[in-house]
Each structure stands twice: as C-alpha cells, then as structure tokens.
C-alpha cells in the first residue's frame, strides 16, 4: 500500500475528467478506447459462462460502461458504478446503460441495495482510497453463492520486480494498492469468500494509451529522445497485445454473510 492518506476529496480530485483524457497516468482518451474495452467484457462475459449462468452485476468503477455492455452483450444485466460525472453520463445517453454516479466506498447513501449474482473490479480494486470499507460494501452486495471478479496488476511479476518506481502501474495518488495473487485471495477470504478460478486475461492496449503511459514512466530516464523517437512510429490507433506478465484475474465465491 502507498504511504499516503487520502484527502476527503481524493475521488474527486484523482478521477476528474483529466484523468481519462490528460495522459500521464490516466488515459490520454478514454472514449477512444471504446472497442476494446468492450471485447474485453465480452471476453470476460465468455469466460463466466464456464462457471455459472448470466444474472445480475454490478461493474464497480465502470467508468463510460464499455465492460458492463459486453457483459451485456454476453447475457448479463445489471448496474455501472462510476465516480466521475462524465463517463456516467456517456454510458446511460450514448450506450443506455443503468449508471450510477458514486464510489463503492460511499454507494450505500440514498444507492440501491439490491444484492447481485457478480460484482466485478477490473482494474479497480488498486484505487480504492478505503479498501477494507469497499470491499465490506461488495460483499454485503454480493448474494451468498454469488461472485467477485477482480483484475489486478501483480506486484510479485518480474515486470514490477525488474522495473521497480519504473513499472507503469505503479503510480500513486492514483495506484494506492498493489497485490500478488495470494494476498488478494488472503483478503477476499476476509469477506467471506473463496477462490474458484485465476488466470491471465487477454489484454489489447490502444497504441495512443501504451505510448502515452510510457513516456509518463520514463520521461526521466536516460534513453528517453531515442524512446519518444520510436513511440512516434507508432500510429495512435493501432491495437496492441499486452504480454499479461505483470496481469491476472481471479474469481471469487461468496460463501456466507458472517464476515460481511
């Protein structure tokens, strides 16, 4: 965990609307991204199909909602939850996505509390400014039976090893948490669930995004013209494969309500 305390207006200072269209550790357009992301759920949507039937979920930090439609799309309904104004308003006018505007953290003042078969954090789970309050709040919304899907970044990687304060995900105030998988196992099981499946997830990064992330790491470092001079070789749009080293998933089964 980073040694930092987050300020009451953390949220909103961290995902404003710069932090999906400003680079640096953000994205330099999110929207974008829009294709990708949604395969991604779809990909997703595919790989649940192996472990039970589509129902309801709650896609947490859903941003514009581009993972909650290809769940959709694969079966699933179910609710988008995003603290920024932007991405919510993207997702119910442009996608007619049920959106809510909110952090997990917080959902519980004046939100539904209706209880879903899956709640996922992809690519989540590390900016939780109140982890252990945001994880008490997915359980507690999470049916007894029901799952918990989560990707996350591996600190215990070679990647995050070998590049140390270089590695992209590693990027504090906005990157607060990073796990290997046995501590994420180790503190869902402090909510009362348990480990059914893990695995690395195909990942396709927008080149304009990888570049872009890139150049914020290493700005700094020696090297960098003849860097910046190859990453301008490389059109904006194209899709990239990410070598998932550094990646996993997991999923998890809720087994009680005693922990929650």
Avoid at 192 to 218: C, I, M
Wanted: include cysteine; proline fraction near 5%.
């Amino acid at each position: 965990m980073a040694e930092l305390t987050p300020t009451a207006d953390h949220v909103d200072r961290i995902y404003g609307d710069h932090y999906f269209a400003g680079g640096g550790d953000g994205y330099p357009d999110y929207l974008a991204e829009a294709e990708l992301l949604t395969a991604h759920g779809e990909c997703y949507g595919a790989l649940l199909a192996h472990y039970m039937a589509p129902g309801t979920v709650l896609d947490v930090g859903a941003a514009a909602g581009f993972l909650l439609q290809g769940l959709q799309w694969r079966g699933w309904h179910g609710v988008g939850l995003e603290p920024n104004g932007r991405m919510v308003a993207h997702g119910r006018e442009q996608l007619g996505l049920d959106m809510l505007l909110g952090d997990l953290e917080h959902f519980a003042a004046g939100q539904r509390r209706a209880q879903f078969d899956l709640v996922t954090m992809i690519q989540v789970i590390g900016h939780f400014h109140d982890i252990n309050r945001a994880l008490s709040q997915a359980a507690t919304l999470t049916k007894v039976g029901g799952y918990w899907l989560i990707e996350s970044w591996d600190r215990a990687s070679w990647p995050a090893r070998l590049l140390g304060p270089h590695w992209h995900e590693y990027s504090p105030p906005s990157v607060l948490h990073w796990f290997a998988r046995a501590d994420l196992v180790q503190l869902a099981a402090k909510h009362g669930f348990r480990l059914v499946a893990q695995g690395r997830p195909q990942k396709w990064l927008n080149a304009a995004h990888a570049k872009s992330l890139l150049r914020y790491k290493f700005a700094e470092v020696s090297g960098y013209a003849l860097l910046n001079g190859l990453l301008r070789l490389v059109p904006d749009k194209l899709a990239l494969p990410y070598p998932t080293f550094d990646l996993f998933w997991v999923l998890l089964q809720k087994q009680n309500d005693d922990n929650v």
